[in-house]
Structure formats: C-alpha cells, structure tokens
C-alpha cells in the first residue's frame, strides 16, 4: 500500500514523458497486488506505452490476468493473444506464458477465446521453464476434468509440487488455484502443504491478491478433511480480502465454500446467507468457474430438503456441463440427484444413478467420491447396505477426509443396529462420534448420537479427550504455545488473527482436560 501511494504520487507529479511508461508498469504491477480494477487502468496504460514487444508481452501476462480476474475475460483473451502473435516463434517461454494466461481464462470463460478452450496436450509444451510447468498444470488439470484416473493425471503435478521457488512464484493465481482444486480432489495431503507455502509467501510479498487465494484454498481444504473451526475462519477472511481486492469470479467460490462449511456445521440459514453473497443470478451466464457455485446450490437444496428443486438443478449441471465436467469428483451430479431421488421416495431412480457415477469414480481412483456412491447406492438398496456401508469405511481409512469416514461409520454402525447386532454397532458409532465432535460436524453428531440411544448404549461425550482429540491446526498451535510463544506471536507466525489462535487453544484446553499453559507440556507428553 505505501509503494502504491508513492508511485500514484509520482504519477501526478507527472513524470517526465520517457519515465512515465516505467512508472505506470510499477504502479501497475504493485497495484496488481492490492486492487484488481485500479491495476487493469494502469497496466493497460503502461502496455499502451511500450514499444517493444518482449517488454510488451512481459507485462501482457500480468494485464491479463488482472483481466481474467476483475471478469473482463475478452479483454483478457484480446490482450494475450495480440501480445504472442508479435512475438517472434523463437522466443517459447514468452509465447507459453501468455498461452498459460489464455488457457487460465478460458477456464472461466470458453465463449472468449475458444482456440484456448480446448484442453492442453502434454506433447504440445516446448519450453523447460515455470511457463511450461504451468501449461504442464492446465494439462493435468483438463485430463482430470475429462475423467481420466487421477493416477494419470497427479504424476503431471509432481516436479512441480516438490519444486518451492515455482509454488512461491504462482503467487496466488490460477495456476495455484488449480494445483490446489485437483490435489484436494484427489485427496492428496500435498493440497494443503500448498497452500501454506502460498500463504507464507503472501505474507512476505505483502501481496493481498495472493492472500486470498490461500485463504479460500486453505479453508476449502480444511473444510473437506473435517477441520471445521479452522476452515470457517479462513474463508471468512479469504472472502473480505476477495471483496477488498475485487475478484469477481472469486465471489461465486467464496460463496459456495462458505455454504458449504455451513451445511456441515448444520446452520442451513448461514449457508443460504453466505451463498447469496456471490451475487449469481437463478440462471446464471455459462461461465465455467460457476460449476462450484452450482455444485454448492444443489447441496444447499438437499440441506434445505427441497428435493424438487435440488433434482432440477442436479440435472442442469448435467447438460450445461456435459463433456467440460465429466468426473464425478468434480461434479457429483449424479449422486446429488439420487440424494434428491431418496428424498422424493423414488430409491431405484436413485440406484441407478449411484451406481454409474459407481463406476465413473473407480476410474478416477480416490477414496472419496468412490465412498459417497457407495454410501448412497447403500442407502437405495437396504438390503446391500452392509457391504457397501463397510467398502465405504475402509476407502475412506486411507483418505484425509475425516468428516467422510465419520458418516461412513455412521451409516455402517447404523445398518449393522438394523441388522439385529446393536453389540458390533457401537464401535463403529462410537468411532464417528468422537470424529464428527472433533470436526464440530453438528448434524452428523446429532444423527450419531441417535443411533447409539438406539442400540441401547448411552453416547459419550461428544469428541475425543486428550492430544489424539486435536485437530491438525490446534495440534500447530499448542505445539507453539508449549514452546512459550504468545498469542500475538503465533498470530503471526500462521498468519491468521489473535482471536482465532484463542480460540483454538481454548477448544485445545477443553479436550487436553487442563486450564492454564503451564499444563499444556505435562498434557501433550501424555499422548
């Protein structure tokens, strides 16, 4: 903000004319950080301005990605495409960055630029340099998205995951976006290691832009593996810093992240609350980012048990995303419409459906959404029900998603009751009641809770005792404060607020059984 100021005043002084140029491309490429709309003005009067080409084409991949976005996705498209096509051939790096920036916006808006709609072939990158590893990013994530198993496709991610400088350089931006989307999608611990690289350097680059992307991201993993405390505050954050930067598409994922979350957390009237936040019309433009969007409206009618509806919007993300979106990890249509089918009372309708998005996710190949086909085909066939129910559990054993594996026990020690073995029931029960009181899931603990009375057994208390009871983020934090680290001081080394880092070693306190720090060391050798 302070180098913005100086340079705004520079800019009014005026500069002389030779100097003005290089004082609207700084201006510009530091406002990039802090202000989408105010960096495209000046940007685009900095590109204007400059002759040469490779210059030109430099500054063309940073314009046009403020395009992409402030949602200008043609200017964005216009801009890479005029600044590559005076590139001369020989210059790779050059003409693969600006094809990044293409391809990235076509994501968001195929009508805009289709030649770079079309998915990228691994065998087309000629480069060695962070613009072909990022087109290596696009071709991982476009096989993914086609359904390819993600055995195939993670592979693609690998050199560059391992690689910190690269991660450090995506500063946030789309490629970043869909590393994390497809790492989280496949269940892979990397997703969040990535964002917390992403965040530490926000945080070093002062960059707000980058800030959000890794508070969205990071919530949306957190939210997947059941840390639901945690995710909460990150997305809250994340959508401020959307809002103060103005990244329009970021709105629809801030949104559906955050009504999600609060499904989970079983506050149906915060999560319509939040959903509305995007702004998105009932008939939204087809632009491809809103797939999240319109996944997220159908759990929200499920949530809300209005399953006309929800059937309705579960087949039209169906036909407008045919062939763009055809891996149910992605977009779960079909076991969405089945939730809805059961709802309505329509259970072999329903089947049907789980049963070939069944055998869509075994391609794919990840623990999770193969467990949520097998969970609701289990629920359309009663009579299948156990053997479903217990192939469900054992996926998900091997998956970070925690809150999955709790309603996977829920629903196993729940047919394993109806089955007349309330004895065998209460392990598995008792196991979800302790997952689903650590992630703060309160319609699961509900449901478990239920289910134990039912077998004749009292519930314990909700959540496990001791350190084994601690999420990975209250883990992070009491292991800092046992070291003797203040509040303000662990604040700032996670990069989050003083409340939130209370608050989690507040929720810490309770399940280690102590009340003062001086414990805290005494409490965790214990485990």
């Given amino acids: 903000e302070s180098a913005v100021a100086y340079l705004r005043r520079a800019l009014e002084e005026p500069p002389p004319d030779e100097l003005r ?62 600044a590559a096509d005076a590139l001369p051939q020989d210059d790779v790096e050059l003409r693969e ?18 030649e770079a709609a079309t998915p990228v072939d691994p065998s087309s990158i000629r480069g060695s340099g962070p613009p072909a590893l990022m087109l290596q990013m696009q071709a991982a994530f476009d096989l993914a998205r086609l359904g390819r198993p993600a055995d195939e496709c993670i592979p693609l991610l690998v050199g560059a995951i391992r690689d910190r400088s690269f991660i450090e350089g995506l500063r946030g931006g789309g490629t970043f976006a869909l590393m994390v989307f497809l790492l989280g999608l496949a269940d892979r611990t990397e997703a969040l290691h990535l964002c917390d690289v992403a965040l530490a350097d926000a945080h070093r680059s002062g960059s707000l832009f980058a800030a959000c992307g890794s508070h969205i991201f990071r919530g949306w993993v957190l939210t997947r593996q059941g840390d639901l405390p945690a995710a909460e505050e990150m997305l809250r954050l994340g959508f401020e810093e959307i809002e103060t930067w103005g990244i329009e598409p970021g709105r629809s994922h801030g949104s559906a992240f955050l009504s999600d979350l609060y499904v989970e957390r ?37 949530a809300e048990e209005r399953y006309e509806e929800a059937l309705g919007r579960a087949h039209e993300l169906s036909r407008r995303f045919e062939g763009v979106f055809d891996n149910p990890a992605f977009v779960p249509w079909r076991t969405q419409a089945a939730e809805a089918l059961l709802g ?112 004749g057994a009292r519930p314990e208390s909700a959540g496990m005792n001791g350190a084994s009871a601690l999420t990975a983020s209250e883990r992070r934090v009491v292991d800092l404060a046992a070291e003797g680290r203040s509040v303000e001081d662990i604040a700032q080394a996670l990069y989050v607020t003083p409340r939130t880092i209370q608050m989690h070693l507040d929720h810490a306190f309770e399940k280690l059984g102590i009340r003062s720090r001086r414990e805290l060391s005494a409490a965790l050798s214990r485990a």
């Fill in 97 to 114: 960055a600006l094809r990044v920036s293409r391809a990235l916006n076509a994501h968001f808006d195929a009508s805009a630029d289709p």
């Fill in 266 to 302: 079983g506050d149906v009237t915060a999560a319509r609350a939040a959903f509305a936040r995007a702004g998105v019309p009932d008939d939204p433009p087809p632009l491809g980012h809103l797939v999240w969007w319109m996944v997220s409206r159908v759990r929200l009618l499920l």
């Fill in 344 to 455: 309505l009372g329509r259970p072999e309708e329903a089947a049907e459906l789980a049963e070939r998005e069944l055998e869509m996710t075994r391609v794919w190949g990840t623990p999770r959404p193969t467990a949520r086909a097998l969970m609701i085909l289990g629920a359309a066939r009663p009579s299948e029900a156990l053997d479903l129910y217990g192939e469900a559990v054992r996926l998900l054993e091997r998956s970070p998603a925690k809150l999955e594996l709790a309603r996977a026990l829920t629903a196993f020690g729940g047919a394993l009751r109806r089955d007349r073995r309330p004895a065998e029931a209460r392990e598995p029960l008792r196991r979800a009641l302790q997952i689903a009181g650590t992630c703060d899931a309160r319609p699961l603990l509900d449901r478990v809770r239920s289910e134990i009375y039912a077998t």
């Fill in 21 to 82: 140029a290089a004082v609207l491309h700084a201006l510009g490429i530091t406002e990039a950080m802090t202000s989408g709309p105010s960096a495209t003005e000046h940007l685009r009067a900095a590109y204007d301005a400059i002759p040469d080409p490779a210059e030109r084409a430099r500054l063309a991949v940073v314009l046009a990605e403020a395009y992409t976005f402030t949602g200008r996705f043609r200017d964005a498209a216009e801009i890479a495409a005029e």
